[in-house]
């Protein structure tokens, strides 16, 4: 097979790890994973979990070689709504030289050039340099709740024992200039139910009697935030490390992330940053609090005059080191339950969390592989921190006491979490490269 072949075979399973309805693909999709390593001489095993499986490969040992831990999801987010894509996100075709598919470049992409990378160094120089463990999880964009429980079994540091992980999920800043990333944001999300009639209620006959649950809603929502966009919630700032000097000049120079760049790439009048912040900044490494859906009412087509009995807000916070997911968490129900006006009921509803990671970007391994990106793209890469999570990299990290690096080919146009999501075609094949240059210079690296 092609390197295309095998990427479309792969982003052809609509492993959706969120719906129930897709629980038997997302195994198909473990189980695809495990043929294909087993078929560049690894030894692959499926472990079942009470939810999604987790794929964990070792290639043939190399003694006194470093080992390399590659970790990635297999699973993709849903492709609703479905109106918006031009093509069918289970079937990829190539347009414009863009692969355009769900989970093209998060995370298939990115985790298809790192197998592919490993298979043609074998088939190029007979066998690997170093020691290479694919981590492969299906529920990256549900919480990781199984890797979790994974990493708590008592052989989980002597199977996943390396001397480095790589994180292939993240970003590139063009296309021409790689990323190294040495940081990640933390997450809490949460969710928020206002009530208050016991039905729907005329709102003409109890209109400016009963308080609106929607109304009341937006107001507790809007409280979070002050004129500057700085968050209100008490104790939501403690413990936030600071931007260091060097990192805001460094950011300057990263290409497509100037303000005005940011305002045109996400198609706003002008962004709205957090006063005194550059968007790079805040992207990169300030905590950030959003309202990521709304609902309640009447939601139909034309009107239906009624003061709806509930409405349900989902919300988000991206962290940044320093601080403490639960703690976060805590303060924010405490906030909405005192801005909550006694003419409504609330109830607030904590869900999944993760914590922010740091690491070196100057530790041996990580030099090799800002050199293996030099090598492929021709140019230095730009160090940043991801705006985005992956909350279970600090866990593993932890677990195995070892640091992760992360070496991403999403574009800032790939479209990941969106309708037509893609990947370009040479991205996805430099990807390869940079992923074989990667290993041939990290088996070198002390």
Known sequence: MSRIDDLFAFLSIPSVSAQAEHAADVERCADYLVDKLTSIGFSATKYLTDIHPIVVAHSPRVEGAPTVLIYGHYDVMPVDPISEWKSDPFKPEIRDGRVYARGASDDKGEIMAMILAAQEVIAEDGALPLNVIYLL????????????????RPDAREMLACDVIVVSDTGMAAVDIPSFSYGLKGLCCFELEVSAPAMDLHSGIFGGAVANPITTLCEMIASTHDADNHVSIEGFYDGVME???????SWKRVPGMSNAELAELTGVPELRTEKGFTGAECV??????????????????GSKTVIPTHAIAKMSCRLVPGQVPEEVMKKVE???????????????????????????????FGMAAQQAQEMTFGNKPVLVREGGSIPIIA????????????????LPDARIHSPNENMRVEIFEKGIEMGKNMLRLMAKAK
């Not at 999880?137 to 708590?152: D, I, N, V």
């Not at 931007?243 to 000049?249: A, F, G, L, N, Y």
């Not at 490494?285 to 009447?298: D, H, K, V």
Request: charged share 30%; with cysteine.
């Open 243 to 249: 931007i260091q000097d060097w990192e805001k000049e």
């Open 334 to 364: 405490a906030h909405f339950v005192k801005v909550c006006p006694p003419s409504v009921r609330m109830k607030f509803t904590p869900q999944h969390t993760g914590e922010a990671y740091l690491s070196d970007p100057n530790s041996a």
């Open 137 to 152: 999880e299906g529920e990256e964009e549900r919480g990781s709740t199984s890797l979790y429980e994974f990493m708590k």
């Open 284 to 301: 990169y490494a300030r905590p950030t609090f959003e309202l990521n859906g709304i609902s309640g009412g009447y939601e139909g087509e």
């Open 395 to 410: 866990e593993v990290s932890k677990v195995l006491g070892k640091d992760a690096l992360f070496l991403g080919l999403d």
